[in-house]
């Protein structure tokens, strides 16, 4: 029932908040429609609370740099995640995929919201667009999210970490800070179901600049999917689906979907 509850404001939130949003966009400057998505967030951490029950902690502030912009890079392992990142930051930009934008109402908001929106196709073009709206970001100093496997991962596994968060690392010439979660023991994926419980989500110690890119790739993976694995809560395990035994030797790699 916590569930079903759940998922019906989860729709009812979002029709309400978008049609906010687009009406905030028309406002000038991006304050209002920041505003806007950080209430949204707020509200949807509240929903998890309250309805879903699922109780979440958000740890490791002291790691975060004191000034000037920086990127951050969550595993990522629902939208509550998203959602719990959000809250935390009035004004944050963020890395998504173009297939977004075949919303006009979702384009205009993402285009308001100074979202760095590239080919979910990859290549020489979104490469060279990520750098491109990267740099307005950098030169306003704002921060940036971006999620370094580009899909959501179920707990206990991980995808392929793409290059594009290196590529903004080195552009950036700024701090990275990682993020662990276990929220998706609570919330997996985009599943109907919710488990209720603690979930913790916890900013890590920043990867400073000046790394080459397989020693920054190898490093934010690792203490990603450490950290991540560390957290996971095996006496209540929710939709977690692997034994600790299984996670022995690390999270396991599954393979991105192929596009049909």
């Known amino acids: 029932m916590r569930s079903f509850v759940f998922n019906m404001l989860f729709y009812v939130f979002g029709v309400f908040f978008a049609l906010l949003c687009v009406v905030l ?11 806007g998505l950080w209430i949204y967030s707020k509200s949807m951490v509240w929903l998890m609370r309250w309805v879903a029950g699922i109780k979440i902690t958000v740890t490791g502030h002291d790691n975060l740099p004191e000034k000037g ?70 030169a306003e100093g704002r921060k940036l999210l971006i999620y ?58 920043p990867i400073e600049p000046g790394l080459g890119k397989d020693e920054f790739m190898e490093k934010l993976e690792t203490v990603i999917e450490t950290r991540s694995r560390e957290l996971l809560d095996f006496d209540n395990p929710g939709a977690l689906k692997h034994s600790r035994e299984d996670l022995k030797g690390g999270t396991i790699l599954v393979a991105d979907r192929k596009k049909s």
Not at 174 to 201: D, E, S
């Open 25 to 35: 966009s028309l406002l000038p400057g991006r304050k209002p429609i920041m505003f």
């Open 69 to 138: 912009p920086y990127i951050i890079a969550p595993k990522h392992q629902s939208y509550g995640d998203g959602f719990v990142v959000f809250s935390q930051f009035f004004d944050l930009s963020f890395v998504t995929g173009d297939h977004l934008e075949k919303y006009m109402t979702l384009k205009h908001i993402l285009r308001k919201a100074g979202a760095v929106v590239i080919d979910n196709c990859g290549g020489t073009d979104a490469r060279d667009r990520l750098q491109i709206e990267a740099d307005k970001v950098r």
């Open 148 to 205: 370094p496997e580009g899909h959501l991962s179920a707990p206990g596994e991980q995808r392929r970490y793409r290059k594009g968060v290196y590529f903004l690392y080195k552009d950036f010439d700024c701090p990275v800070v990682p993020i662990a979660t276990n929220l998706g023991q609570r919330w997996n994926q985009n599943i109907w179901t919710k488990h209720p419980g603690p979930a913790t989500v916890e900013f890590l110690r």
